[in-house]
């Protein structure tokens, strides 16, 4: 059993906190029961894992699993296993994962989604569990976003991280325009003075493109963009929550396509 916060593993562990060393080092912690499980159930290779004692005994299968998914396991002391993790109250085991290569994003997205300096992680981690609810086959974010391998992004995803498999893009309008050029309309969404989002024929390839909650999208984004539209709110409301926007017009978009069959 590791024991010791001066373990030199468990200091390189730690570092992984930060955004730099997982970049670094290309790796990342997945933290709780349910993220290994996840992470487990969709093939996502695991590193290593550190569990106390108390967690293995009460999990003796994942355990059992998690052995023959991850090239090391440890059992760690509860100060240890709170050492290594970012949560207040960790339930007892971490994984670490390594940073696959980027898959390639979609050629002619049928439901896609994509967001501009998105810096809230738990807006990130909403918007991919949104993605997959719908059956998104693409989420991007621009370069500018948070940094999709940030512990509150994958908690927030409830595990749909591993199924979705976000991307970042350095040229978001660029992208845009490449998904255009393939007979994607691209739908761009502003808080006043456009169509209300119902009006759109959304049957068609799309990609539903979202800004920054406080700027909105860029200039360069919206000038890309085939239609500009909005969720009509009451007056006194200013603007919704990112990820509740990206749900209200992705299942439109799935209503409308049902009721087309």
């Known amino acids: 059993m590791l024991t010791s916060l001066k373990n030199p593993w468990v200091k390189e562990l730690r570092k992984l906190h930060q955004s730099k060393h997982r970049r670094s080092q290309q790796q990342f912690l997945v933290e709780g029961t349910h993220l290994v499980q996840e992470a487990i159930a969709t093939g996502y290779p695991l590193q ?3 569990a106390t004692a108390a967690w293995q005994t009460h999990h003796g299968d994942l355990w059992a699993q998690v052995q023959a998914h991850s090239e090391r396991h440890e059992i760690v002391s509860p100060e240890v ?3 290594i993790a970012t949560t207040q109250t960790p339930d007892g085991v971490v994984a670490i994962a390594p940073l696959q290569p980027a898959i390639p994003l979609p050629r002619q ?3 896609g989604l994509a967001v501009e300096a998105i810096q809230d992680p738990g807006n990130v981690g909403t918007l991919i569990r949104t993605a997959a609810a719908v059956g998104s ?3 991007c ?3 500018n976003s948070v940094d999709l391998t940030h512990p509150k992004v994958l908690r927030a995803s409830a595990g749909q991280w591993f199924r979705v498999t976000p991307q970042t893009t350095a ?3 660029q992208q845009l325009a490449t998904w255009q ?3 994607c309309q691209i739908l761009a969404t502003a808080a006043e003075g456009a169509l209300p989002y119902w009006q759109i024929d959304l049957t068609v390839p799309t990609v539903l493109v979202l800004g920054n909650e406080g700027a909105g999208l860029s200039p360069a984004a919206i000038a890309i963009a085939d239609h500009v539209v909005a969720i009509p709110m009451a007056n006194a409301v200013e603007s919704l929550n990112v990820g509740i926007a990206a749900a209200v ?3 439109e978009a799935i209503r409308q396509r049902q009721a087309a069959l």
Request: glycine letters at 4%; a negative charge.
């Open 48 to 50: 290593a894992i550190c």
């Open 171 to 173: 040229d978001l309008p």
């Open 181 to 183: 050029a393939q007979d």
């Open 109 to 111: 997205p049928q439901l």
């Open 137 to 139: 086959d693409g989420l």
């Open 249 to 251: 017009i992705l299942f």
């Open 81 to 83: 296993l709170a050492a």
């Open 141 to 143: 974010l621009s370069q």
